[in-house]
């Protein structure tokens, strides 16, 4: 009986055993397995192509045959091109049409929408008109531009056959032929493009705004300037931040309305970087040349876009009131 309980004892408790330990995943392992297809997209759609260029860039190729090595001979000629400054100026114009001009109408057309037009006529009257004014978002840019094409026509085009309807003819213009009107017909049509997606953002904004505050300022007899200036402004400024940053970097990339409407012309008036870089691929095939331009223009994207997140984060900490 002794030996019997003695084994039963030495079987149930082995010291010497190692014992074993499950390891399991933690919720980082399972978040890199979701993360893995994106971060190779990325790798292959966008890293891989971008140093491919960058590496064409120190090349003089005309896309057949050897690229020969140059060093930075394309970057000192584009320090020196004046056509390819003349282009970033006018892209500096783009970033005014796309960028400051809809987040600035766009918030104020957003804050009217909700402070205003909510209360008064109803929700669904403001779904209506925020979905009127979110419509261009969704037409292809082909397809905007082509109509906007026909709009500014010279000849029979709607714009002059109105204005001459209503006694103006002597107003009448080759909107887009004309060298000194047809960067600035490129902007209108771009304001009308890009207002909706500011305005979707902002009205977004103001739905984790605390009404009470508003009411607030209503009973101490603020008028709707002052409740937007005081109290809507600072409350979205995340969301004015990144409005701003993403339709900067859609300005600056803009390439299929200028490809539709002027095609850069009339004598380069309405040339930006990326129809540039585009040109000097494919219709003057200096491939380098056009590596260095985009490559340039990447750079001043990527630099833009840090910027941009740094001024979201510290206006972020600020309304939390943390430091930055």
């Not at 082909?142 to 029979?156: E, F, K, T």
């Not at 047809?182 to 902007?187: D, E, H, N, Q, R």
């Not at 500011?198 to 300037?225: H, I, N, S, T």
Request: aromatic share 12%; proline share 6%; hydrophobic share 50%.
């Amino acid at each position: 009986m002794t030996v019997t309980l003695q084994r039963i004892t030495a079987k149930h408790h082995r010291p010497d055993r190692p014992t074993r330990r499950r390891h399991r995943r933690g919720p980082r392992d399972s978040y890199a397995l979701f993360l893995l297809p994106g971060t190779l997209a990325f790798l292959v759609v966008i890293v891989v192509p971008f140093l491919m260029n960058t590496g064409v860039s120190f090349t003089d190729w005309q896309g057949v045959g050897s690229p020969g090595w140059s060093g930075l001979a394309n970057y000192r000629e584009l320090l020196d091109d004046s056509e390819f400054w003349a282009s970033f100026r006018h892209s500096l114009f783009m970033v005014v049409a796309m960028a400051a001009l809809p987040t600035a109408i766009g918030l104020i057309l957003a804050a009217a929408l909700f402070d205003h037009v909510g209360k008064h006529f109803g929700d669904r009257i403001t779904t209506v008109l925020r979905a009127c004014f979110y419509l261009p978002q969704v037409l292809p840019i082909a397809v905007a531009g082509i109509v906007w094409s026909w709009i500014l026509a010279p000849d029979n085009g709607s714009l002059n056959e109105l204005l001459k309807a209503v006694g103006l003819g002597s107003w009448q213009q080759d909107w887009l032929g004309d060298p000194d009107l047809a960067l600035y017909s490129v902007m209108g049509v771009m304001v009308w493009v890009q207002l909706g997606f500011p305005l979707v953002v902002f009205m977004a904004g103001l739905q984790r705004v605390d009404p009470q505050l508003y009411e607030a300022a209503e009973l101490d007899g603020a008028g709707w300037w002052r409740r937007f200036r005081h109290i809507t402004v600072p409350q979205i400024r995340p969301e004015i931040y990144v409005v701003l940053t993403w339709c900067t970097i859609a300005a600056l990339k803009v390439f299929g309305a200028v490809y539709v409407l002027t095609k850069g012309g009339p004598g380069g008036a309405t040339n930006v970087p990326s129809y540039f870089s585009f040109t000097t691929f494919f219709e003057k095939t200096q491939v380098g040349y056009g590596a260095a331009i985009s490559t340039v223009l990447t750079v001043i994207i990527l630099l833009l876009s840090l910027i941009g997140l740094k001024l979201q984060t510290r206006a972020e900490d600020a309304e939390e009131g943390t430091p930055a």
